[in-house]
């Protein structure tokens, strides 16, 4: 690496670092490097060596600023980079394969290379990385009964291809041929998907194939890394700020005494989700964990340590139910979205000082200074009904996948028979956020996050239009139900009433509007001066809003949409990412080497329709300001549990300390509403926390929690970090449910499973932390058909 050939070009646009570096870095031909997994340590050309690798992911910076972002990553005292290859963004359409500008991923690391920094490749196929789908392609679900993440014959033929696609980028680019690339990850956390070791060895192959023989490794949690561990990869493990370091690799050395060790992710912060509280986690518990990690030689990758952006519609969303992911990533990350030095920047950059290796840790680059741009007004609208590209006609509702759609809007639009009164409307299921009209008129939306199908249309006459817009977001990036589909997934219904009697009736005979989400479409919409923000009665205008506006001395800045509806926005033909007036984002970062000297354009798509049309560029981002009516918490006003009537059906006690516990009923019992009480604390303190928890059907096995609701939680401590009782069944072992401050025991959460179950016990994850924060003592549990009284 010390032995390659770097030419630089640098040169300043509009007083702005960009576009930094055109890297050509070559190989000499003699740096060959041999990097491996030694005895305990991993070895590069037979010396130690432990990686500080910095989680990047290019498609989330602007170009002009990848260069700036890896030399901050640098300056606070890593040596490599870790970054996910999303093959969405690479293969938008079966065979037709970019990989050039943002999408560059060889430049992006021969300039790793530049910086001297290493590059740990993650190619997937998928990544999970709150992307939408993961990474993989939504045109794959074309393939009605293709099975994602399986050895599928289809799904296969694709991911080599793929994989041979990305291994022809950088291939030429491993440390062997003189490049820096270290290591590749096969898969992504397999473990929380399923077992399967057929299907992460053919994956390997794959890999193997395009990259020939470079150290291959697998990533998952120390609670399930066997299930897919294949003998011939190294196992690295995935945990957040907080864990049990020692704890978390114990399993790892008792299997493999001799393995180097790595946590692969750890995790500096979190994600955002539209409807939630932004995401914090502290700084100090970021430092104790990296500089015990590397007290003990223990290699790391910083997740993340520049989170950027999710720019367009590639925000993913996350299950069990469905919450998608803001545009930003700033992930309270130590660079912040828009490339700050936080103070947790700075506290790491001190620890890692500590830890160079007779290195000289650089000076810290010059971040980009925000600007203002002073308000602007929207001047012209194209209202999205008069602006409805031709229709499809169609007997039975598809998807948009049908339809050959992969993102955006679509439009189903049919008649009513006549309702002589109110009547029940059931769309089964409009994914995501579908909004219905009749006769042009809004009725009402169905809201996927919220679970919601139904909605009651007023009495209308005979051949009412009935329409029904429904915007897609992100599909599904983490656990099974990355299968999702968008638009209208099964039926629409409506009951009506017909002499007295009420039937129920499908709906069909669509004519269909796709309106899928690109640049051109907008920009050729129809747009007519902007008189009103209304419609005659009154209603809000969903449709596409342009304005030009002026930037004297372009910056970074955050575009504030306080004021709009739900949608989309583009800058200058540049995907900005989507905006929803709920938050908790509230603003845009708008990155200073997208906008130009004088004037630029804007586009707002805005499928509800704004308060007031206008914006402004503010020096500061606004990404915690949520603005949901519906409360945070699961419990309503004035209840309280009162079990007081109730025989339990298991007594007794966790033990202390950290990983999972499993109990066993004295006898089965059937139910579908459970509710654990647990009465004191290992710590004797007032607060109750559970990372996880799984159910035992009569089998002995886990049942599924994808049906799973929260019927009722005592207290939920949603003040700061969202700690909601759903936490204990979020796929997410460092995510948990706690109570707040000042709650004293017992503590209760009661959780409604969807069905009828007969159950044999369960499992417990409390918190990852040494200290087992919350940790439950003694508990009861409850099993009810009916639910509890409250
Ligand atoms: C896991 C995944 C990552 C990301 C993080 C959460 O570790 O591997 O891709 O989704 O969770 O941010």
Known sequence: MRKILCSLTLFAAVGLLAPAVTATAQTTGDSHSRFEAGKGTFLLDGQPLVIKAAELHYPRIPKPYWDNRIKLCKALGMNAVCLYVFWNQHEPRPGEFDFTGQNDLAEFCRLCQANDMYVILRPGPYVCAEWEMGGLPWWLLKKKDIRLREADPYFMERVALFEQAVAGQVAQLTIDNGGPILMVQVENEYGSYGENKEYISQIRDIVRAGFGDITLFQCDWSSNFTLNGLDDLLWTMNFGTGANIDQQFERLKELRPDSPLMCSEFW???????????????????????????????????????????????????????????????????????????????????TLSGYMYGKKLPAVPATIKSVAVPTFNFTEVAPLFSNLPEAKHDHDIRTMEDYDQGFGSILYRTTLPGLSTPSLLTVNEAHDYAQVFIDGKYIGKIDRRNGEKQLLLP??????????????????????????????TQNVQVSVDIDGRAFTCDLKDWEVYNIEDAYENYQNMTFQPLTSLTTDDGQRLPGCYRATFNVSKPGDTFLNFETWGKGLVYVNGHAMGRIWEIGPQQTLYMPGCWLKKGENEILVFDVIGPRETKSEGLKEPLLDQLLVKKPLTHRKEGQTLDISDEKAVYHGSFQPGNGWQEVNFDTPV????????????????????????????????????????????????????????????????????????????????????GATHTLTGLQYLPRMESEVPGGIKEFKVYVKQETFKY
């Open 268 to 350: 500096s912060g979190w994600f955002d989700k539209w409807g939630a509280n932004h995401e914090t986690r502290p700084a100090e518990d970021m430092i104790a964990g990296i500089d015990e990690m590397l007290s003990k030689g223990i290699s790391f990758s910083l997740y993340m340590t520049h989170g950027g952006t999710n720019w367009g519609h590639w925000a993913g969303a996350n299950s069990p139910g469905f919450a998608p992911d803001v545009t930003s990533y700033d992930y309270d990350a130590p660079i912040s979205e828009s490339g700050q030095t936080t103070p947790k920047y700075w506290q790491l950059r001190k």
């Open 459 to 488: 009495a209308c006459a005979k051949g009412a239009t009935l329409d029904i817009l429904v915007e897609a977001m992100g599909r599904i990036n983490f656990g099974r139900a990355i299968k999702d589909y968008k638009g209208i």
């Open 670 to 753: 059937t139910g579908r509403y459970i509710c654990l009480e647990a009465l004191n604390a290992q710590d004797g303190g007032e607060v109750a926390s559970v990372a996880e928890m799984y159910l035992l059907d009569e089998n002995g096995v886990r049942l599924s929690r994808e049906p799973w609701t929260v019927d009722y939680a005592d207290s939920e401590d949603v003040s700061r970090v969202n700690c909601s009782a759903d936490k204990l069944f979020d796929l997410q072992e460092s995510t948990y449910w706690s109570t707040a401050k000042g709650a004293p025991y017992p503590h209760a959460v009661v959780i409604d499973l």
